[in-house]
């Protein structure tokens, strides 16, 4: 155990091996819902299933095992839901490219976003935008992505008069959705 605690500097940080995994698995458990939620939304655009499952699996664990073993820092990567969901219902879906023309766009971003990192552009463009703006997208993100859950489950559905309207409770998926936040609330 000393060999870990002076590799991660656990005793300079003054927490423990057990706050440590603790951690660890809290935040595993906040973020699992990415594993069956991102496929679902990818597979709107036309993507396999399967292959976004495992995609996202592999994502997380690599970008999370650098994270942790290379850059020392308890810091969890997965892949972004607000980027993924812009992506089938912005991109595909809304302006009509196929899946594999904005996953190209995809790719061409991160190069370019490779290079804001290392002229240290980036850091300067996010320096620039005002506080109140960056909560307002986090805001606006957290907002569509509770909308998307709620349209999934089945809690809000169509409705011609409001646009919205609330969906049956007494069925499976409404009655889960509305379980599970209230389980949430009670943890919380």
């Known amino acids: 155990m000393n060999a870990i605690e002076k590799y991660f500097g656990i005793n300079g940080e003054n927490t423990t091996i057990k706050t440590e995994i603790l951690a660890g698995v809290t935040t595993f458990l906040t973020m699992a819902y990415i594993i069956f939620v991102n496929p679902n939304v990818l597979a709107d655009a036309g993507m396999d299933k399967g292959a976004v499952f495992v995609a996202t699996c592999l994502a997380a664990a690599i970008g999370c095992f650098i994270m942790g073993l290379y850059a020392r820092l308890p810091v969890a990567l997965a892949p972004g839901m607000g980027l993924n969901a812009f992506f089938t219902y912005g991109v595909v879906l809304g302006m009509g490219y196929t899946w594999q023309i904005a996953l190209g766009a995809v790719f061409l971003s991160g190069c370019i976003f490779v290079l804001l990192s290392l002229f240290k552009i980036r850091e300067v463009i ?10 307002g997208v986090v805001a606006g993100i957290g907002a569509f992505l509770a909308i998307l859950a709620l349209q999934t489950s089945s809690v809000i559905v169509n409705d011609d008069a409001t646009l919205v309207g609330l969906g049956d409770m007494t069925t499976f998926g409404p009655a889960m959705a509305a379980l ?5 609330i009670v943890l919380s």
């Open 126 to 135: 996010i320096n620039s935008i005002p506080n109140s703006l960056k909560q």
């Open 180 to 184: 599970g936040f209230s389980v949430i």
